[in-house]
């Protein structure tokens, strides 16, 4: 069975942290792994990752994957309480439009 | 960018009655639309997915004759609830595939039955 985990499900920490939001899969025929920030509404999206190794970047945030290791990491630094917010991780898969979505972290930023 | 238009926002109804809700791809055309539903502190979980022009593709447990599903055209998709009870009660996502940017998501739709 197509799974994906996310952890850790609940964090807190305090303007001006660093976290690493972590994501491992296990999937048949990976195409993608998607990362989306979910806030009172739907879910934005942040990243697609295909590639093993290359990181992507959009301001304070970053992400990488490892297909050998089948885990994909997301970073935030300098947090801002603006980034309180649940983060999803969900993996595309070649033969099926159907995403699987890991159950997210939900993060906390206080200030 | 894409976007996926989602109405109503918010609907509160009597137990008994049936909800529609709609999803429009905006400047886009979706053969496939995915229908999503979210309990509080949960993730996603899909419900079906409506296929332009062909019956809709249900996962296991979801009651087809309960979320009914329309798909008629390139950019419509629509979710009924019908006779709704206070458990269906929870907040209805749309998502349509693209080719480069992975999936775009509706604004949801939070449902609550009285």
């Known amino acids: 069975e197509d799974k994906v985990v996310q952890s850790p499900l609940s964090l807190v920490v305090h303007e001006g942290d660093t976290v690493t939001l972590n994501c491992s899969y296990e999937v048949t025929n990976f195409r993608s792994l998607l990362w989306y920030k979910q806030e009172k509404k739907a879910p934005t999206f942040l990243f697609m990752l295909t590639s093993s190794g290359i990181e992507k970047k959009s301001g304070r945030l970053s992400s990488i994957l490892d297909k050998k290791e089948l885990f994909s990491i997301l970073n935030i630094t300098a947090t801002q309480t603006g980034d309180s917010a649940i983060y999803l991780c969900?993996?595309?898969?070649?033969?099926?439009?159907?995403?699987?979505f890991g159950k997210g972290t939900k993060l906390t930023v206080n200030p | 960018g894409a976007v996926v238009s989602q109405h109503p926002s918010r609907v509160i109804c009597k137990s008994g009655t049936s909800v529609k809700i709609e999803c429009r791809s905006l400047?886009?055309?979706?053969?496939?639309m995915f229908w999503y539903r979210q309990f509080p502190k949960q993730s996603l979980m899909l419900m079906a997915t409506s296929n332009e022009g062909s019956k809709a593709t249900y996962e296991q447990g979801v009651e087809k004759d309960k979320f009914l599903i329309n798909h008629a055209s390139l950019t419509l998709s629509t979710l009924t609830v019908t006779s709704a009870h206070p458990e269906d009660s929870s907040f209805y996502i749309c998502?349509?595939?693209?080719?480069?940017?992975?999936?775009?998501f509706g604004s949801g739709t939070r449902l609550t039955v009285v």
């Open positions: 998502s349509a595939r693209l080719r480069l940017y992975g999936y775009t």
């Open positions: 400047d886009f055309q979706a053969t496939t």
């Open positions: 969900a993996v595309d898969r070649g033969g099926s439009e159907k995403l699987v």
